[in-house]
């Protein structure tokens, strides 16, 4: 009988005409019919990621995805820059070292951006430089990057892009193409609005070109076998039917809404979550909020006990900090299926539970604060 | 408004009960009511791999499962023994190859069925071998491989026995432990009545006892990261929650049903599917038919076509040949949520589209046969 509210950064809510889908009987994979869903879902992720390159589709969690893209890139002993400002950014580091692939940091501490100008230092200093990793929204801790600037240093260098946006995607605004990244990874359980369970790169020429020398063993994971099937719009092994025909349908969705008014509806969210969390007195964490998931500093001493106390109590799943930021930080997600009324039911929740935990707060303020920000859009 | 009746070995169809529990609200992976599901799932898994070890879930399809077997237990350089006689035995043999590992051959022509004196010959000759790999049932040609002797004769070696099982688990008799098999690798879209999606896999101590020294890079599929985090019913990855909910409905079924009387039905399934195809005047291929699939060699000319007119004229999907057997073979899936009843229409629709072809038939032979051997049991 209880009722759950979801504000984590994944998986985020379905939307019911999505979820139903997957609950369609099965069709087989091989067949023209399942054929015309794969091509269409594949439309549509060059429209969500913008670009012109084909976007492949993997059974696989989002770090699947990044592996893929570390493992089609290079070869044991090359060098690249990790540019991390998080727990997401640096999985690119520990994929990479596992591979024998010497990472130059170009990270910085948690809660801070990435900064282009290392970046660019750092690939002066390092001419070989095979790649640069970084993260599109950091979700460990709620910071966005500067991903267009960074395209544009990283694209008059030999060197090729490739940018975590596992989070970030269909939430807030990114052009593969126009910002000059060569490889864009993502997953399906954020702002594509699905469950978890699919995984989806693309590369550009350039990409490509670097591909052609990788000598990192691979099967699974073999960006080539994908792009062979993808011109029979076929997998090459078998997807995951039930997850591609809901994606259909979310994509679908999107479609109608416009790409630049998903990335709206979730700048006003984000507005009204960081004017929630001023108005409860809690600071914002990171050095630039991105717009898919706000964070903000909690008394330690309560830290872990807002988050259980929110879902034991009334349902409404937030996430809390990870890392060396446990304890210290809650995260309201606002990406995908979730909106404004939900934004308002977390807050109103929240301002309970810290009251119900000693913290000296006025009821309603928070809720007051969001909403204000949610109706001047 | 076209009806499909899916006899294909994969995806099989998927119970309603099963497939609308993928369309209920999603839950966080991070809480102690998914914990409790996965934790549910990973005990039926045992019951169904007959083992008392852990059975870890992937995201990933079931070569994902295959390649988490050749990546934990290697190191480049190895040698081990591919004992295959089909199309998934051979990927074996790649994706090993892939990584280093040096392949000694055991297999046999596609269509016969793996011999265990080969494969202890071949011990005997490479006491080196550090593990011998091949398959259950070997989807691509119908056969079912003697499990069981060959566990018997690894096991008295130093070398571990990983079995690809994707095919023929929970449809057909297969007892890990009793076995003495030490890596059982499976996936969800067959015998487990659901989607692709989700791969599987147990290790024996054996198994891990070589997992120690195993050399190959690897991230996604480190076998270790699994085994941690199941301690406290999570995985590491973002795990396909829709699929994993639907997963424990469909255990819930097996058990409630029983896996020796999954087997059963598969088994009379098995031998209508023979008696019907014997009945057309289709000679079985495969020297020894497992209980899953059923495959006949049909004329050339019209191999391909049988399949697809079955699928267009009547919605009925079967399977054609691989590889060299492209054209040449059908293959009737029986496992799963495919019932008596499916078997009777499959054979239904194969005496129409075989008298449309041109094939001299006797109309409701094949069915009558077919319903003999189900009446029978």
Chains 1, 2 share one sequence.
Not at 68 to 75: D, K, P, R
Not at 99 to 124: D, Q, R
Not at 189 to 216: H, R, T, V
Not at 332 to 350: N, Q, R, S, T
Request: with cysteine; hydrophobic share 40%; charged share 25%.
């Amino acid at each position: 009988m209880k009722k759950y509210y979801l504000l984590t950064p994944g998986p985020t809510p379905i939307p019911p005409q999505v979820a139903l889908k997957e609950a369609l009987p099965i069709l087989h994979h091989r067949t023209s019919e399942f054929g015309q869903i794969y091509k269409d879902t594949a439309e549509g992720l060059k429209y969500i990621f913008q670009t012109k390159n084909e976007v492949y589709t993997l059974a696989a969690s989002g770090t699947g995805a990044m592996e893929t893209a570390i493992v089609n890139l290079l070869s044991p002993g090359d060098e690249i820059i990790v540019a991390s400002c998080g727990n997401f950014g640096d999985r690119w580091a520990k994929i990479a070292q596992g591979y024998g692939v010497k990472v130059i940091s170009a990270s910085v501490e948690w809660g801070k951006v990435v900064k282009p100008a290392e970046i660019e230092k750092a690939l002066k200093e390092n001419p070989n430089v095979k790649a640069v990793f970084t993260t599109f929204t950091e979700t460990s801790t709620g910071v966005v990057n500067d991903i267009k600037t960074i395209g544009e240093i990283v694209s008059k260098t030999n060197a090729v892009l490739a940018v975590d946006t596992i989070s970030g995607l269909a939430g807030q605004e990114y052009r593969a193409d126009d910002w000059k990244v060569d490889v864009t990874v993502s997953g399906s359980q954020k702002g594509f609005m699905l469950a978890p369970g699919l995984a989806f790169i693309s590369l550009s020429d350039k990409a490509w070109k670097l591909n052609e020398n990788s000598k990192i063993p691979k099967f699974y994971f073999d960006i080539k076998k994908y792009k062979k099937s993808y011109l029979t719009n076929e997998t090459p092994f078998t997807p995951p039917v039930t997850l591609i025909v809901s994606l259909q349908e979310s994509i679908k969705m999107i479609k109608e809404k416009g790409i630049e008014n998903v990335w709206n509806e979730c700048k006003i969210l984000a507005k009204a979550s960081r004017a929630g969390m001023k108005a409860l007195g809690l600071e914002l964490f990171g050095e630039v909020p991105c717009e898919v998931v706000t964070s903000a500093k909690v008394p330690e001493e309560i830290g872990g006990k807002i988050v259980k106390t929110l879902r034991e109590k009334y349902g409404v799943s937030i996430a809390g900090g990870q890392g060396d930021l446990k304890g210290k930080i809650i995260r309201f997600a606002h990406m995908g299926y979730i909106g404004k009324a939900d934004i308002l039911v977390g807050f109103a929740c929240l301002e309970m539970v810290l009251e119900e935990l000693g913290v000296k707060i006025e009821k309603g303020k928070a809720v007051a604060a969001a909403q204000d920000a949610l109706m001047k859009g």
